[in-house]
T-cell receptor, first 111, second 117 residues
């Protein structure tokens, strides 16, 4: 099963773009990359997902490399409320529901 | 739209007591998940329902744990008898999902923080 590697923590200045990297070098061709975040004392919140192409929504952008071995989540204008643990996840191969959750990246937005 | 609703938000009880956690999924979602989160083990999938039917309960730790989904808008996770090692945050999530939908995101409730004394 594909697994992900993320830095344990990152800082970013308020108002700047936060770029969160993720390595998933063993990802299979039909596995999606999902990003979730978990703000303290809340449930995980879905952010974005993608397969091959770059994706953008109201929360963030997801850049997936051409070989699909890594991706970057971009929060274009980080605010203090974006302080959270960010999880990069891939779905278990041949499963339509099982997600492999790692330890995530603790992102701290500083004023 | 209302998200996934869980109750209670906090539960403190003594070991040996029965604990019932409740979940109302997002309307229209046909997949429901129960997770447990601890510092040591992170987020673990306990059980997955599709169209109210338990599909995968391999993550349920032992027979003291049971889950039901009597209808599309309600699910329970029960622990009987409870033990201190069951202390954790329990999350419920729902999604649009089926054997044909491989990329639907799961939406989580805010969890129940359970403490067994």
């Amino acid at each position: 099963d594909a697994k992900t590697t993320q830095p344990p923590s990152m800082d970013c200045a308020e108002g700047r773009a936060a770029n969160l990297p993720c390595n998933h070098s063993t990802i299979s061709g039909n596995e999606y990359v999902y990003w979730y975040r978990q703000i303290h004392s809340q449930g995980p919140q879905y952010i974005i997902h993608g397969l091959k192409n770059n994706e953008t929504n109201e929360m963030a952008s997801l850049i997936i490399t051409e070989d699909r071995k890594s991706s970057t989540l971009i929060l274009p204008h980080a605010t203090l409320r974006d302080t959270a643990v960010y999880y990069c996840i891939v779905r278990v191969a041949d499963s339509n529901y099982q997600l492999i959750w790692g330890a995530g990246t603790k992102l701290i937005i500083k004023p | 739209d209302a998200g996934v609703i869980q109750s209670p938000r906090h539960e403190v009880t003594e070991m040996g007591q029965e604990v019932t956690l409740r979940c109302k999924p997002i309307s229209g979602h046909n997949s429901l998940f129960w997770y447990r989160q601890t510092m040591m083990r992170g987020l673990e999938l306990l059980i997955y329902f599709n169209n109210n039917v338990p599909i995968d309960d391999s993550g349920m730790p032992e027979d003291r744990f049971s889950a039901k989904m009597p209808n599309a808008s309600f699910s329970t996770l029960k622990i009987q008898p409870s033990e201190p090692r069951d202390s954790a945050v329990y999350f419920c999530a729902s999604s649009l999902g089926s054997d044909r939908a491989f990329n639907q995101p799961q939406h989580f409730g805010d969890g129940t923080r359970l403490s067994i004394l």
